[in-house]
């Protein structure tokens, strides 16, 4: 499969999408409070960008029934268990496994993970982490499971401190796949703020740059995910937004959890003021999506995300 290209603009315009929807609301209201023709211009725009507004904010669902026939998948990126004490809490680890505890998914899908940090989640007997803690150039990613791993695998991207993992198991006498994926980073800090006159071209560039090496990340796990005949779960930190290209093909012919049974913005990244949903759950489309939710706890600079899927 070849590497789809796409010129900087279209992934700098996607990082903004939130941002300008922001902005629009708050005409709208403004609008209509004055009751100002504009504020028709707002629906009209509504109705015919809907399917990207549907994206960024979806309304309260509460039809999820918990039954015997359900799983749940958490995704979480836990920062190394803020192994470098950006977070002024000694107790981060603790606080993270008393988090996964209370919400007690069957399957973990935990990336930048650290070895050294984590604690024990004796409550999960099975377990895959790669690579290994000796291996300093590589993020971790790790899956833990209250089933049993019948087999496993890594995906490992090519020049990159980046990667991904596999475990396929047996529930209710179906085989399913469930994958971790940690995409390439804009490795963003406070300096690279958005709102600084020194927002450079060579800033620009580094977008176009990473996210085409997250397209060829892509690439790479669908070779992989070829050979797949279950159907899978597909956890990740895509490190971009539902509005990039990275988002699209990795989304394609799979169900968005969010998208199917989130509510609210389901952001789950901060950067600056910018709300980000950059951590995703995808799904075939054979599996019921019965509920979804971001756990809104700063314990890390993601929040974890939670879905609970059925077997027809």
């Known amino acids: 499969m070849g590497t789809l290209k796409m010129p900087v603009e279209d992934y700098f315009f996607s990082l903004f999408v939130p941002v300008i929807i922001v902005i629009n609301l708050i005409f709208f209201f403004y609008w209509l409070f004055y009751l100002k023709w504009p504020f028709l211009l707002f629906i009209l725009t509504f109705l015919i960008g809907y399917n990207e507004w549907n994206l960024f904010y979806k309304f309260p669902n509460n039809?999820?029934?918990?039954?015997?026939?359900?799983?749940s998948v958490m995704s979480y990126n836990v920062r190394l268990f803020n192994k470098y004490r950006w977070i002024d809490?000694?107790?981060?680890?603790?606080?993270i496994e008393k988090l996964i505890?209370?919400?007690n998914p069957d399957i973990i899908c935990i990336q930048e993970y650290s070895s050294e940090m984590a604690p024990e989640l004796r409550t999960y007997k099975f377990k895959y982490i790669y690579p290994n803690p000796s291996n300093a150039e590589k993020s971790s990613v790790a899956i833990f499971s209250k089933f049993k791993i019948k087999s496993k695998g890594f995906i490992d991207f090519n020049n990159s401190s980046n990667s991904g993992i596999y475990i396929d198991i047996l529930f209710r006498n179906q085989n399913l796949r469930v994958y971790n994926l940690h995409l390439e980073s804009f490795k963003l800090d406070r300096v690279d703020s958005l709102t600084k006159s020194s927002f450079s071209k060579n800033f620009k560039l580094k977008f176009d740059q990473?996210?085409?090496?997250?397209?060829?990340q892509i690439d790479?796990?669908?070779k992989t995910d070829?050979?797949?005949?279950?159907?899978?779960?597909?956890?990740?930190?895509?490190?971009n937004t539902q509005f990039s290209k990275t988002y699209k093909i990795l989304s394609q012919k799979k169900n968005d959890a969010f998208h199917m049974a989130g509510s609210g913005l389901g952001e789950t990244y901060k950067y600056s003021f910018i709300p980000l949903r950059?951590?995703?759950l995808f799904s075939d489309k054979k599996l019921k999506i019965n509920s979804f939710k971001v756990i809104r706890k700063s314990l890390s600079d993601h929040y974890p995300i939670?879905?609970?899927?059925?077997?027809?």
């Open 63 to 71: 039809s999820f029934r918990k039954s015997g026939s359900t799983f």
């Open 89 to 95: 809490n000694p107790n981060i680890p603790t606080e």
């Open 101 to 103: 505890f209370e919400e």
């Open 210 to 216: 990473v996210s085409n090496r997250q397209i060829e």
């Open 220 to 222: 790479f796990f669908k």
């Open 226 to 239: 070829k050979f797949n005949d279950n159907p899978s779960i597909i956890a990740v930190d895509l490190n």
């Open 278 to 280: 950059i951590d995703f």
């Open 306 to 312: 939670i879905s609970y899927y059925g077997i027809d």
